[in-house]
């Protein structure tokens, strides 16, 4: 089966053809939860989340062609509700320790990191889709349902932002307040 035929078999209820789409873009979604989540175990929890999510709501989907769009949509929605939950709840000392430790990271990533974790979330999420996901800017305005402008001026805006908040030797700017 095509990729187009998986997808219309899944929107008519059927659950092999939907896992077997989910299996053909597994990489590129997980790409995607990773970029919001920076950890494998949850980048795979949001996975989950986000498929079964897209399953549930799979018959509701009125173009088949548009499923991948659709599925990146949700997985965003999943990490951006968990990361809005774990800002609600108190930090714990140990994951931050170990998320900060030389040795699992590098200081120029997390910089990185930091500085995109300062950036209007439309701004960061274009970002993190075209460089993170390598995707193009129609699979972009697509998978986040806006026009191709718009996403070109929000990346244009973003990553206007992002090199003020970084030094020309890649470090943060910690004179910065957002």
């Not at 896992?19 to 790409?31: A, M, P, V």
């Not at 999943?78 to 000392?93: F, L, S």
């Not at 001026?153 to 890649?170: D, F, S, V």
């Amino acid at each position: 089966m095509t990729e187009q035929e998986l997808a219309a078999a899944a929107c008519a209820g059927d659950e092999e053809a939907f896992f077997s789409f989910l299996s053909i873009h597994k990489r590129k979604l997980y790409g995607i939860a990773y970029s919001y989540m920076h950890n494998e175990s949850d980048a795979l929890d949001m996975l989950q989340e986000g498929a079964y999510k897209g399953w549930l709501k799979c018959h509701t989907l009125k173009d088949p062609a548009a499923m991948l769009p659709w599925l990146i949509r949700i997985l965003i929605r999943c990490c951006i509700e968990e990361i809005r939950r774990r800002k609600r709840r108190p930090p714990i000392v140990m994951e931050q320790a170990y998320r900060n430790s030389p040795e699992m990271v590098s200081v120029a990533k997390l910089d990185m990191e930091n500085a995109l974790n300062r950036l209007k979330p439309k701004y960061r999420h274009v970002i993190i889709l075209r460089y993170y996901n390598d995707m193009t800017i129609p699979e972009i305005a697509k998978a986040l349902g806006k026009a191709e402008g718009t996403v070109k001026t929000w990346l244009h805006q973003g990553l206007k932002q992002l090199r003020g908040k970084i030094n020309y030797g890649g470090e943060l700017r910690y004179d910065q307040q957002s």
